[in-house]
């Protein structure tokens, strides 16, 4: 069965104040890895897709990386509205679900 | 705009009594899925249907029904509701399997069943 682990579970940050947050994963084969990001009452939003080991990928502040065992979403000296909860999923065999993870909700402080 | 749409957004209601909560997208997608969202247990996967009149259960499928008569609506029917299906749902849409493209989500509905 797939599994998905994010940490920390929260984290608090000063603004500017650069961090990462982890996600582990343990699946029969690796078929990508997604970010999304979700504000308090909305639904999640899509940051990136991931696909093979060693691959990257930058939106504005946010880059993520891939390991064979693990994800990491790097955040740049943050800001405020980057404040959320961001949540990584693995697709299972046939592509027909996405296993989620339970999340990592980050607080960036003025 | 592309978007989903859900409703209600909110509702109470008590144990036993039938609901539908409506899920429709713009953006003609074959893909369509319904999730609910539990503290600590992250997002899982109520149903999903890849195209008009086929659907598959997901990971939590049990005290939920689902239909897609068109390829826009996707509706999650809860036959007798229990106390422990409150929690927070989620439509989402997609043009190709969840596991290969973007989802795009709901604002979602939050459910009280007491």
């Known amino acids: 069965e797939d599994q998905v682990t994010q940490s920390p579970e929260a984290l608090r940050l000063q603004e500017g104040e650069s961090s990462s947050l982890n996600c582990s994963y343990t699946?029969?084969?690796?078929?990508?890895l997604f970010w999304y990001r979700q504000d308090p009452g909305k639904g999640p939003e899509f940051l990136f897709t991931?696909?093979?080991a060693g691959e990257e990928k930058e939106k504005e502040r946010l880059k993520a990386t891939l390991t064979k065992k693990e994800s990491f979403l790097h955040i740049t000296a943050p800001k405020p509205e980057d404040s959320a909860t961001y949540l990584c999923?693995?697709?299972?065999?046939?592509?027909?679900?996405?296993?989620f993870g339970t999340g990592t909700r980050l607080t960036i402080i003025p | 705009e592309a978007q989903v749409t859900q409703n209600p957004r909110y509702l109470i209601t008590v144990t036993g009594k039938k609901l539908t909560v409506t899920c429709s997208q713009n953006m003609n997608h074959e893909y369509m899925s319904w999730y609910r969202q539990d503290p600590g247990l992250g997002l899982r996967q109520i149903y999903y249907?890849?195209?008009?009149?086929?659907?598959d259960k997901g990971d939590v499928p049990e005290g939920y029904k689902v239909s897609r008569k068109e390829k826009r609506n996707f509706p999650l029917i809860l036959e007798s509701p229990s106390p422990n299906q409150t929690s927070l749902y989620f439509c989402a849409s997609s043009s190709e399997p969840v596991g290969t493209d973007t989802q795009y989500f709901g604002p979602g509905t939050r459910l009280t069943v007491l």
């Open positions: 999923a693995v697709p299972g065999f046939g592509n027909e679900k996405l296993t």
């Open positions: 991931l696909y093979s």
């Open positions: 249907s890849m195209n008009v009149e086929v659907t």
């Open positions: 699946v029969s084969g690796l078929r990508g």
